[in-house]
């Protein structure tokens, strides 16, 4: 396994950067759960937008560990609540979503007064990219 590189963190930008779909598991009672959520790549994690009292954000708090998978590439990670959408020190994440998102953000789904609506950072700890026949095997916490 190597560490992340600048060549798969292009592809990871080049891929992930932007709103993409992928896979969120988790697992409550030794069940695992699979959902698609809207998310971006930063800095070896993922952002989403979601509701903090759902069945996801009440599993990750029992059990942060996660698993992900998006366009030829699959990971592990922890599922981290930030707290809501407008605290202060969530400003640059979140204004980084209003931009990435910016084609369904503000469609009446999201209720930014709600405290409830929250942001969560997947911390990647190790994954698997394959890119143009090549497979990297990434660790993330190096």
Known sequence: MEKLTAETEKIMLERFGGDKLIALATAADNIPYVRTVDAFYENKAFYVLTYGLSAKMKQISENPVV????????????????????????????????????????????????????????????????????????????
């Open 67 to 142: 698993a992900i998978s998006g366009e030829w590439f699959s990971a592990h990670g922890r599922g981290v609540n930030m707290g809501y959408f407008g605290k202060p020190e969530n400003k640059a994440v979140a204004d980084k979503m209003r931009t990435v998102f910016s084609e369904w953000i503000d469609n009446g789904h999201n209720n930014f007064e709600d405290e409830n609506t929250i942001i969560l950072r997947i911390d990647l700890t190790d994954g698997v990219l394959f890119s143009q026949g090549t497979r990297y095997e990434i660790d993330f916490t190096q």
